[in-house]
């Protein structure tokens, strides 16, 4: 009688109930499931006349149909823990093997167990008692062994005929090194990649397929791969072949990796080739010696690539380049310049000029000429970092995360660019909180490709303005840098620990030109009323800034008062109230200074100002009528 069973893909099966019990493949998905028993099937089964030993129907099949009902394919799909118990069984430690036959003749044979040794039957997939994984060995089909012996035969027939043809010469790669050639001229290098990689294994001695392939290779930016499929070719070279264009690409590929010394003997090699263009050489010749710290002989180079007239702007950027490595700036921007009135495209020398001003802390132009560069080649990770960095120093930070993360996409691991991003993020966190702990997972990242004493310094801002100040601490002593000591001073002044906080912002105070370190000292020598040493920290401070706080200008003002430097005194905050007009208690301290020096008119003229502001102020106005009479006194 059929037996009638889905799988557990939904598709219904009708088997003979000879097939009870054992594993199937379903047609529509080729999961293996096991045939559920019907009732007659279970009937049938009786003992081995062999075995003295009584033979119970497995637990699994008692309530089989019902399964089969759901949709489980009529046998156990998991077993122990929710795992397949499709699993191999393991190997008989030892035991004998027993059975009972069904009523068609087919053994159903009695096992012990390999783990536990408890007594199983060949059908069951666990082990009822210790849940082991048991192999299930279903008899062998002499007609499915037919076939698949006739499918390996026919499939090993088929290898022979195609290497046959191989060897034979059907096949030399001509069709793929066509198909290579033609991606290679559209820009799809990957897709040039792959065919000609088929083309160089169909015949591995043609020479111009391992030159395509380099080529190729360079134009995913893949050098260490061009490089080596272009010595690759020269090997095999036959006589008569043109090598230069082997040396060149060869030269470029060690100058993009980095290694002038072999880029230079590569295009040495080159030179005098009639197949290649010299000026290429000698351009490509001139960046090698000046990244190998040649510039004399890199200028030669450069102006003989000028000698061709569509490599003018080249040799003019190589030039400008050279400038700017000796520190000749206004020199390399005329060469630069000039490149781009030659070519306004030219994207080396755009983005040489970006760089250029952001040394100068031009950053208008510096945005300028990144803008133009990204938009010249915007696969470019370089441009991208120094467009995001214009962009930054001018506080677009919205805009400068946008270009750094584009450049991030082209090369995620730039440590560089990660910490670049990493500020940006710091930034954008007085307005979005959760942009520190994007920062703090960039900064992390940044440290695992190269851990770097800014990157340390970062991390511990990131922490501090998160609240962490532990953490914070930890990570600014491994930055050492004096601005990281400076943070750590910060810290330990937020805490109160002041001694501490001494010792590290005394560090800052040695670089000039640091404002903040000396206005945290200033605070902390005030609040000692250690007045000479706020006074002398201070006046640093104001002598490196261009424009001065109002805290720093009124803690200094306050320091003159109190040690009765009143001219000292009048001059800070009249500093003060001229930067910053409606700060009402310094025209208060103005004035009190002033009157102090016998200056009633003076006095009047200031303390009228302040009232302009707050004309309710009764100290002003008590000071006021004490100069009025001050000053009718003396008339």
Known sequence: MPVKFQCTCGRSMNVKDALAGKLVKCPACETKVRVPFTNDAKARISLDLDSQEELDLPPELADVGQRSDSGSGGGRAYGAGGKSS??????????TSRGATNADGERITLEDCPECGSEVKSIDLLCTSCGAELQVDTPEDPKRKMLVLGALGALLLVIVVVVAVVVLGGS??????????????????????????????????????????????????????????????????KEGESVGPFHLLIGECWLELGKAPKAIRALHNAKGDDSVHQGRVALLMGDALLLDGDPTGAIEQFEQAMESEELK???????????????????????????????????????????????????????????????????????????GRALYGLHHLEEARVALEEGLSLDDENSDMLGALVKVYIGLGPEAPESYSKALELVELALEIKASPELHLSRGRILMLSGKKEEALQSLKESGTVAARVEMGKIHFENGDFDLAIVQLEHGRKVSGLVEPRLLLGKIYYQRQELAKVIEVLEEALSTAEQASE??????????????SHQSAETVFARLT????????????????QFAQEKYDATIE??????????????????????????????
Not at 551 to 564: D, F, K, N, V
């Open 313 to 387: 702007a080249d040799g003019l950027c190589g030039k400008g380049r050279v400038a700017y490595w000796d520190e000749d700036q206004e020199e390399a921007e005329r060469l630069l310049q000039a490149a781009i009135g030659v070519d306004p495209e030219h994207f080396k020398a755009l983005r040489a000029l970006t760089e250029l001003c952001l040394a100068q802390e031009r950053l208008d132009d510096a945005a300028g000429y990144g803008a133009r560069a990204v938009e010249v080649r915007d696969d470019d990770p370089e441009a991208w970092l120094l467009y």
């Open 578 to 593: 001229g930067q910053y007009p409606q700060n009402v208690e310094g025209l208060l301290m103005l004035g009190q200074a």
């Open 551 to 564: 805290e720093l200008l009124m803690l200094l003002g306050r320091s003159y008062a109190e040690t009765e």
């Open 172 to 237: 030399s790669g001509e069709a793929e090194y066509a198909e290579g050639v033609k991606a290679l001229g559209q820009g799809r290098f990957t897709q040039a990649v792959e065919s000609l990689e088929l083309a160089v294994a169909a015949d591995a001695e043609n020479a111009a397929y391992h030159l395509a392939l380099a080529q190729a290779f360079a134009g995913v930016g893949n050098y260490s791969n061009a490089q080596k499929a272009a010595s690759r070719g020269l090997k095999v070279v």
């Open 86 to 95: 499709a699993g191999k069984r393991k190997a008989k430690a030892s035991g």
């Open 606 to 635: 200031t303390l009228d100002r302040l009232l302009e502001l707050e004309s309710d102020h009764q100290e002003a106005k008590a000071l006021r009528r004490r100069a009025e009479l001050a000053r009718f006194g003396e008339g």
